[in-house]
Protein backbone atom coordinates (compact mmCIF):
# COMPACT_ATOMS: atom_id res chain seq x y z
CA UNK A 1 0.00 0.00 0.00
CA UNK A 2 1.35 3.38 -1.09
CA UNK A 3 1.09 6.75 1.33
CA UNK A 4 1.61 10.16 0.24
CA UNK A 5 3.26 12.37 2.96
CA UNK A 6 3.52 15.61 2.81
CA UNK A 7 5.22 18.46 4.76
CA UNK A 8 6.32 22.44 4.18
CA UNK A 9 2.64 24.04 4.24
CA UNK A 10 3.10 27.24 6.93
CA UNK A 11 1.95 30.73 7.24
CA UNK A 12 3.79 33.56 5.21
CA UNK A 13 2.95 37.32 4.02
CA UNK A 14 2.09 37.95 0.45
CA UNK A 15 4.29 38.08 -1.81
CA UNK A 16 6.85 35.16 0.39
CA UNK A 17 7.14 31.29 -0.89
CA UNK A 18 7.18 28.21 0.74
CA UNK A 19 8.02 24.85 -1.03
CA UNK A 20 5.85 21.70 -0.54
CA UNK A 21 7.09 18.14 -0.84
CA UNK A 22 5.59 15.31 -1.06
CA UNK A 23 6.99 11.34 -0.53
CA UNK A 24 5.76 7.90 -1.49
CA UNK A 25 6.36 5.09 1.13
CA UNK A 26 4.92 2.13 1.37
CA UNK A 27 4.63 -0.48 -1.76
CA UNK A 28 5.27 1.45 -4.92
CA UNK A 29 3.42 1.26 -7.81
CA UNK A 30 3.53 2.56 -11.07
CA UNK A 31 2.82 6.16 -11.30
CA UNK A 32 0.65 7.56 -14.22
CA UNK A 33 0.80 10.75 -12.67
CA UNK A 34 1.45 13.23 -9.50
CA UNK A 35 -0.74 16.30 -8.39
CA UNK A 36 -0.94 19.06 -6.20
CA UNK A 37 -4.60 20.18 -5.16
CA UNK A 38 -5.84 22.77 -3.18
CA UNK A 39 -9.04 23.36 -0.81
CA UNK A 40 -10.90 26.27 0.14
CA UNK A 41 -13.83 25.27 3.08
CA UNK A 42 -16.78 25.55 0.75
CA UNK A 43 -15.72 25.38 -2.36
CA UNK A 44 -14.45 22.72 -4.59
CA UNK A 45 -11.14 20.83 -4.86
CA UNK A 46 -9.34 22.75 -7.15
CA UNK A 47 -6.53 21.08 -9.60
CA UNK A 48 -3.54 23.48 -9.47
CA UNK A 49 -0.22 21.71 -11.00
CA UNK A 50 0.17 18.25 -12.41
CA UNK A 51 3.27 15.74 -13.64
CA UNK A 52 3.16 13.29 -16.33
CA UNK A 53 5.68 10.46 -14.14
CA UNK A 54 7.18 9.03 -17.30
CA UNK A 55 7.84 12.41 -18.93
CA UNK A 56 8.03 15.03 -16.80
CA UNK A 57 5.63 17.05 -18.64
CA UNK A 58 4.01 20.06 -16.10
CA UNK A 59 0.33 21.15 -16.03
CA UNK A 60 -0.48 24.20 -14.50
CA UNK A 61 -3.86 25.62 -13.43
CA UNK A 62 -3.93 29.38 -15.29
CA UNK A 63 -4.61 31.02 -11.83
CA UNK A 64 -0.94 29.56 -10.48
CA UNK A 65 1.12 29.47 -13.71
CA UNK A 66 4.31 32.01 -13.85
CA UNK A 67 4.15 31.59 -9.95
CA UNK A 68 4.57 27.73 -8.61
CA UNK A 69 6.59 24.95 -10.17
CA UNK A 70 5.84 21.50 -9.88
CA UNK A 71 9.29 19.01 -10.26
CA UNK A 72 9.64 15.18 -9.37
CA UNK A 73 12.39 13.00 -8.00
CA UNK A 74 12.20 9.44 -9.10
CA UNK A 75 14.42 7.22 -7.00
CA UNK A 76 12.48 8.23 -3.88
CA UNK A 77 9.20 8.78 -5.77
CA UNK A 78 8.22 12.78 -4.67
CA UNK A 79 6.47 15.70 -5.96
CA UNK A 80 7.12 18.93 -4.95
CA UNK A 81 5.78 22.45 -5.11
CA UNK A 82 7.96 25.31 -5.41
CA UNK A 83 5.45 28.74 -4.29
CA UNK A 84 6.73 32.11 -4.96
CA UNK A 85 4.67 35.53 -5.31
CA UNK A 86 1.83 33.80 -3.14
CA UNK A 87 -1.46 35.66 -2.37
CA UNK A 88 -4.03 35.45 -0.14
CA UNK A 89 -6.38 34.23 -2.18
CA UNK A 90 -3.72 30.92 -2.62
CA UNK A 91 -4.55 30.42 1.04
CA UNK A 92 -6.04 26.67 1.09
CA UNK A 93 -5.47 22.91 2.35
CA UNK A 94 -3.24 21.58 -0.78
CA UNK A 95 -3.61 17.73 -1.53
CA UNK A 96 -0.62 15.59 -3.36
CA UNK A 97 -2.52 13.43 -4.98
CA UNK A 98 -1.12 10.52 -7.20
CA UNK A 99 -3.00 8.45 -10.18
CA UNK A 100 -1.77 4.93 -10.61
CA UNK A 101 -0.96 3.23 -13.85
CA UNK A 102 -4.28 1.09 -14.42
CA UNK A 103 -6.40 3.95 -12.30
CA UNK A 104 -8.80 6.40 -14.40
CA UNK A 105 -9.05 9.00 -10.72
CA UNK A 106 -5.79 10.12 -9.02
CA UNK A 107 -6.68 7.38 -6.18
CA UNK A 108 -4.30 7.99 -3.77
CA UNK A 109 -4.30 11.41 -1.70
CA UNK A 110 -2.17 12.96 1.13
CA UNK A 111 -3.53 14.24 4.29
CA UNK A 112 -3.31 17.40 3.17
CA UNK A 113 -1.12 20.69 4.66
CA UNK A 114 -2.45 24.10 5.31
CA UNK A 115 -0.74 26.98 3.33
CA UNK A 116 -2.25 30.74 4.50
CA UNK A 117 -1.15 33.70 2.98
CA UNK A 118 -1.80 37.04 5.05
CA UNK A 119 -1.93 40.55 3.40
Known amino acids: QVRLIESGGGVVQAGGSLRLSCTAS????????MAWFRQVPGKERELIASMRWSTGSPYYADSVKGRFTISRQIVKPSVYLQMSALKPEDTAVYYC????????????WGQGTQVTVSS
Open 97 to 108: AAQQVGSDTYNI
Open 26 to 33: GRTLSFHA
